[in-house]
């Protein structure tokens, strides 16, 4: 997406330097595509704590479209891998028109009606609600993202860093059908595997990401890896956290180790967990060098 807004300009937005992560530190993923698997409840492990819930910020960018930014925000400024996270609500006549980026990836996974992919490589792809796009930078290309419906188009845009040796990669994109992205159901839950797992998105970090709906009164239990950077983002609804409430459109940070989350209702949230590069994040605007 491109880098204007009203409130948190990304074109200034600089990243902190710290990460908020408090597990030692481990060294870079050697080479290759990385996928993440979903971790199992370890007996040992000591449970998750919220470190801070972050409100998103609602602004502009673009060309006229709304969202509600995440971070980088005056509350948290990146979250290593993690460079932006926003979720956007655009409809015509405003979008994201031709735009630059360089050294990271643009995730975006649409939560209703769809968007339209364009770039300089050639691609041209409309993914509709529960698909993914992935527009890896690299050393640079350019891409235009807009509604491809007349109603509401909502989906979560996250950034993910590129490790250093991999900045000047060749950029490149794919996009992935809502059909075939991994998606188990019970009783009280539905759970839809975006990254990791079974998933076939393919990131060049390793990476969690799962879209999880819940009922009310139903909880979600999951392991945090040791040494991962976590964010549970909700969609809509409201989730109870270690005697914390979450409420639509809040973030939290849990740290490492039994996640238990209570939803007040009805809730629909996103888990984003990834491994840190442990390298400074250099953003500047559309580029994150």
Request: charged share 20%; glycine share 10%; hydrophobic share 35%.
């Amino acid at each position: 997406m491109q880098r204007r807004s009203t409130l948190v300009p990304r074109r200034e937005a600089i990243a902190g330097i710290a990460s908020l992560a408090t597990a030692p530190l481990i060294g870079c993923e050697s080479g290759g595509v990385a996928r993440s698997a979903d971790h199992g409840k370890r007996k040992d492990a000591p449970a998750a704590e919220p470190l801070v819930i972050v409100p998103a910020v609602h602004t502009t960018d673009g060309n006229g479209a709304t969202l509600a930014r995440v971070f980088p925000s005056p509350y948290l400024q990146n979250l290593d891998p993690f460079v932006l996270l926003d979720d956007f609500n655009v409809g015509p006549p405003a979008g994201f028109p031709t735009h630059p980026h360089r050294g990271f990836e643009a995730f975006t996974y649409m939560v209703q009606g769809a968007f339209h992919h364009i770039d300089n490589l050639g691609n041209d792809s409309a993914i509709s609600a529960g698909g993914t796009q992935r527009f890896t930078s690299g050393r640079g290309a350019y891409h235009s993202e807009m509604p491809a419906t007349d109603g509401e188009n909502r989906g979560l845009q996250l950034w993910v860093n590129l490790p250093r040796r991999l900045k000047q990669m060749n950029p490149n994109y794919a996009g992935n059908d809502a059909r075939t992205i991994p998606e188990t159901r019970n009783a009280s839950e539905k759970r839809r595997t975006v990254v990791g797992g079974n998933s076939p998105v393919e990131l060049q970090t390793q990476v969690s990401y799962m879209d999880i709906t819940l009922n009310a009164g139903a909880r979600f239990q999951h392991t945090i890896e040791d040494g991962w950077n976590t964010i549970v983002y909700v969609i809509s609804g409201a989730l109870e956290l270690a005697g914390n409430r979450i409420a639509e459109q809040q973030a939290a940070l849990p740290k490492p180790g039994e996640l238990s989350l209570l939803a007040v209702g009805p809730t629909r949230f996103a888990f984003l967990s990834g491994k840190p590069h442990h390298e400074p994040i250099l953003h500047h605007g559309p580029f994150v060098d």
